[in-house]
RNA sequence: GCGCCUGUAGCUCAGUUGGAUAGAGUGUCGGUUUCCGAAGCCGAAGGUCACAGGUUCAAUUCCUGUCAGGCGCACCA
């Protein structure tokens, strides 16, 4: 519809051009067409006139006549308009306002889906939290960003390759690994005071547990030996992260290399497992799991530091490589090796970018939680500094959720084990309520999460307003078998005409906006439009029930209602298919 | 100190990538049910778009500065 009347305009131009009343440096693109806010206004308005006015050196009025004189005649339009300082508006025909009805009829949940992406391939990297415990509502935000921006890619026509990478390797997870060892030796009876820096956590007594009743005591070793050697903790005045890496010393060298692997590996997969198991619940679905340690293990990481001193990128000081990241913009050099030797976490990412773009996608796009910003600039220097196409690289990054419990702030920790898991919060308020509230705000907003407003279940939550337009649809239905009648849709079409109502109206234009806040939801990465457009559609359908009747004795006039409200419904269960939310018969 | 994000109604937030009279939810106040689900609907009140400049036909939107809040600034992940 929208591109029908833009290419009017464009022809009125072509026109306007070859008899020399415009200058013949226009282009197309300056021709910009949007929906009115006010009906008054009609249903489309450009702007073409004002943007023509300098160029062309006439009065905008001026320029809107000859457009609209010069517009070819078209049966969607019913009225074009001149107004205010000159906007043209147009006012679509009631047959073409009609028409998307028997569209949504007819595609049904294909109705909003379109091809603008042409197949492009985009990878989504999001959440890949550190496989150290489980997740907590902090990550719930980007876990429901990251999919329904993934959904809206795929549904525009991105070939959408969704991913998770897990960070398996390093000395978080050998800090896990010691500490499930700890709690290990405790439970055997051992008794010595739990590091300050381990984590404390419930899950990783449970891990302890598993790994006692497969190994018994048989890992067992005396708390003297343990702790033999090992500097102090930072209670007893000494540093907390020699003391936790001496226990890890400890550890491994106690239990031998094969053994800590197996202990290592206990924690690693069983806090994975649960992610896993805890995305999928929340409807947050993958592609691929990409492993860290593979890269690590496979010599990849070495392979890219390689690569990096070949582009002569690296430069050796105090014992460590670092990488020259101030050439591309960054305020310091980063480290890519230590002097211990170790590969640094940038540096694995530095790999595993670089496989990204060997994989051959024509867009990356990773999501970050806000404290992440600053390694936009490095990630992408590195990238630049192998000559990749660093444009790319998307890195869209999702601002933290403060949370509340009604006025009072929650804090969180994830060594000290005081935070709400998204699995509670799943449990708690459900798995539709939780996603539509983090996908309501945009990703740049700082939000506000209140548990005890999720969590009351009451009409606070707009999720439930829309879900609700749903199920009274699907009501009516119930309502009209029991009257013994029934939808003859072709009857319906064929009476759309009877729909005169503003509420009506507003409906069809609803209905016919919804591919545009699609497309336009997943081109810009906020789906927070597509919640808000569903907010808005379900107010009309509201709105309209409350004012019309649409089992009347006029039975075509009735056929014809009953079949836009089943568009009304088509259109919000595949929003909220989108938006992976149920769409409820009843509720 | 430097960088990123944010500042819009009492509160939580939209504002179609510069457009016409700045919107919604919630809260407050008032109305609404012989009728398809009242988880609804209608109305009222509520604004110096943080502040000051600049860019142009037009600025909540873009630029600069100031103020305020959040988050980062490791040979940690």
Redo the contacts with the bound molecule.
């Keep these: 519809m929208k591109d029908q009347l833009k290419e009017l305009i464009e022809s009125a131009l072509a026109s306007l051009i070859s008899q020399q009343s415009l200058p013949a440096d226009i282009s197309s693109a300056d021709v910009?067409l949007?929906?009115?806010?006010?009906r008054?206004?009609?249903d489309?308005?450009?702007?073409i006139a004002?943007?023509l006015?300098?160029p062309a050196k006439k009065n905008?009025r001026q320029i809107a006549t000859l457009i609209v004189d010069a517009l070819p005649q078209h049966e969607v339009i019913e009225k074009v308009?001149i107004?205010?300082?000159?906007?043209?508006?147009f006012s679509l025909s009631a047959n073409s306002r009609q028409q998307v009805v028997a569209d949504v009829l007819k595609k049904a949940g294909q109705f909003g889906l379109s091809q603008y992406g042409n197949g492009q391939k985009v990878q989504v990297e999001f959440v890949s939290a550190?496989p150290?415990g489980p997740l907590h509502v902090g990550h719930g935000r980007g876990a429901a960003y990251g999919s329904v921006v993934s959904s809206l890619l795929k549904a525009v026509g991105f070939d959408v390759h969704r991913e998770y990478y897990v960070?398996d390797?390093?000395?978080?997870?050998d800090i896990l690994a010691t500490s499930v060892w700890l709690r290990y030796l405790e439970k055997c009876g051992e008794q010595f005071t739990f590091p300050s820096n381990g984590y404390r956590g419930e899950y990783v007594l449970d891990i302890a547990e598993t790994l006692k009743q497969q190994h018994g005591n048989t890992l067992l070793h005396p708390v003297s030996l343990v702790f033999e050697g090992v500097p102090a903790d930072e209670p007893q005045g000494g540093d907390k992260?020699l003391h936790i890496d001496g226990l890890t010393q400890q550890a491994k060298s106690l239990l031998g290399a094969d053994m800590y692997r197996q202990l290592f590996d206990l924690g690693l997969n069983a806090i994975l497992d649960d992610i896993r198991n805890d995305l999928a619940g929340f409807g947050a679905e993958y592609d691929e799991w990409f492993s860290?340690r593979s890269l690590v293990e496979s010599g990849v990481v070495d392979k890219a530091v390689e690569q990096l001193k070949a582009a002569n990128m690296l430069y050796q000081?105090?014992?460590?490589w670092?990488f020259k990241s101030t050439d591309f913009g960054d305020?310091?050099d980063?480290?890519v090796?230590?002097?211990?030797g170790?590969?640094?976490?940038?540096a694995?990412d530095v790999a595993y970018h670089l496989n990204k773009f060997n994989r051959g996608f024509d867009q990356i796009i990773d999501i970050w939680?806000?404290?992440?910003?600053?390694?936009?600039?490095r990630v992408k220097a590195s990238m630049e500094a192998l000559n990749q196409d660093v444009s790319k690289l998307k890195v869209l990054?999702v601002?933290?959720?403060?949370l509340y419990r009604g006025k009072e702030k929650v804090g969180m920790s994830t060594r000290s084990g005081e935070f709400v898991t998204l699995r509670e919060l799943r449990d708690e308020v459900g798995k539709d309520a939780a996603r539509f509230f983090y996908v309501?705000?945009?990703?740049?907003?700082?939000?506000?999460?209140?548990l005890e407003l999720a969590k009351s279940?009451?009409?606070?939550n707009?999720v439930?307003?829309v879900?609700?337009?749903h199920?009274?649809v699907?009501?009516?239905?119930?309502?009209?078998a029991e009257r013994q009648m029934n939808w003859d849709e072709q009857t319906g079409l064929q009476n759309l005409s009877l729909l005169t109502e503003d509420h009506e109206q507003a409906l069809f234009t609803m209905l016919s906006?919804y591919p545009?806040v699609v497309e336009?939801a997943a081109?810009?990465h906020?789906p927070?439009?597509l919640a808000?457009f569903l907010?808005?559609l379900?107010?009309d359908?509201?709105?309209?029930?409350?004012?019309?009747?649409?089992?009347?004795d006029d039975i075509n006039l009735s056929q014809a209602?009953l079949t836009l409200i089943t568009a009304v419904r088509q259109v919000i269960a595949n929003g909220l298919g989108l938006m992976g939310v149920s769409a409820?018969?009843?509720?």
């Design positions: 910009q949007e929906r009115t806010k006010d008054s206004h009609g489309f308005a450009s702007n004002m943007v006015a300098k905008p308009e107004a205010g300082p000159g906007f043209i508006n550190n150290t960070n390797a390093g000395r978080q997870m992260e860290e000081q105090d014992g460590a670092w305020e310091k980063r480290v090796v230590r002097d211990n170790q590969a640094t976490y940038f694995s939680g806000a404290d992440h910003h600053g390694y936009i600039t990054l601002q933290f959720a403060v309501m705000r945009g990703a740049d907003q700082h939000m506000d999460f209140d279940q009451s009409n606070d707009p439930y307003y879900q609700y337009a199920a009274r699907c009501s009516v239905f119930r309502q009209l906006r545009e336009l081109i810009t906020t927070h439009l808000h907010m808005d379900a107010r359908f509201h709105t309209y029930y409350n004012a019309h009747q649409f089992m009347t209602r409820p018969q009843s509720m």
